[in-house]
């Protein structure tokens, strides 16, 4: 094949094209290299430190009466049993039970039997010895008895004073009356019935002076003293009000806890007895403040306390404040901790230690 002769407009079609692949692998490689750079500039962005963030709740020490709840029971100040000192059968029943009743007003009566008889022997055997003691004292001053014969006629007198005491005590006994102004609790004897010697015939109490008793323990004896007021929720709902009376000073040989015991007006509040009583003792007025249930933390030392920052908005600095746990409430949990103004993390302190830092935000209003 016959080469075909070089001239001058076939050079210059060769170099335009030589500069043309030039000039498009230039702009291939700018493009591969800005591809480069790109990718490094984002893998950096990447790398980037994201703060968590979380939520606090700037909290103020405020004054706030200290609690101490206790599990209880009502009673009444004086209750007593009336047990049968004389043996006989039940004559009369002349009250019904939780009747109110006044001081020596007539519960049950016992069958005198022959205890009138025995009491007018009594009073007249105490009679002729009397007479025998003044005659003896006239003798005696006279001359004409001796000294051991008026003694032995005191002697007489004062046995006979004796029975006739004991015969009207017999008689006495017969009659189960009120010992004091309150109500009949519970009869325990019916019309008929034979009582002897010792059985409880009814059971009294005082309606009025009432009580509400509660075991403390060792650790809480201390926020304790007479006058502290007091409040509590029976069983049955109701609320009553009173104030701390005394605090046993000696503590139970088995159970270790001391007596708490408050008086209540039972006018006032005419409470059942014996019933379960959550008690609450006001102990004293501490500056505090309260916080959500969830706030509440422990650090690796086993400290109780909260995570809070300095700040309430902004990259901070997380810290551990050590508080203690005074009254657990519904809608959150009172503690004494710093006084002034503390910025407790409520949202995402779990999720976060002392010295880490943060980015913090007001916590949202519930």
Known sequence: MRRRPLNFETIRNMNRNVLVAGGI????????????????E?????????LKTVQV??????????????????????????????????????????????????IVKLDLQTKPQQLRAAQARVKAARLEVQAARRLNREGFQAATTLAAREADLAAAEEALA????????????????????????????????????????????????????????????????????????????????SITSQAAEKTRTFLLEATVDGNQYPMPLNVTADVAVETGVVPSFKIPHAALVLNNDGDVGVRATDIVSGTAVVRFVPVVLLEDTPNGQWVQGPQGQTHVIVRGQAAVIAGQNVQAVPAEAE
């Open 25 to 40: 692998t230039a702009v291939a490689v700018l493009w591969l290299l800005s591809g480069v750079f790109t990718g490094s």
């Open 42 to 50: 984002k893998k950096i962005e990447t790398k980037a430190v994201v």
């Open 57 to 106: 709740q700037t909290v103020e020490a405020e004054p706030h009466q200290r609690i101490l709840h206790l599990v209880g029971r009502s009673a009444s100040a004086r209750a007593v049993n009336l047990v049968a000192e004389t043996s006989g059968r039940v004559d009369k029943v002349a009250a019904q039970n939780g009747q109110p009743l006044k001081y020596e007003d007539l």
């Open 166 to 245: 004991l015969a009207q005590k017999s008689v006495d006994d017969t009659a189960f009356t009120a010992p004091f102004d309150g109500i009949v609790d519970q009869i325990m004897m019916d019309e008929g019935q034979y009582v002897n010697v010792g059985n409880v015939v009814a059971s009294f109490v005082d309606d009025k002076n009432l009580l509400l008793q509660a075991p403390v323990s060792q650790l809480d004896r201390g926020r304790l003293q007479a006058g502290q007021k007091v409040t509590a929720t029976l069983a049955s709902g109701m609320q009553v009000s009173g104030t701390v009376a």
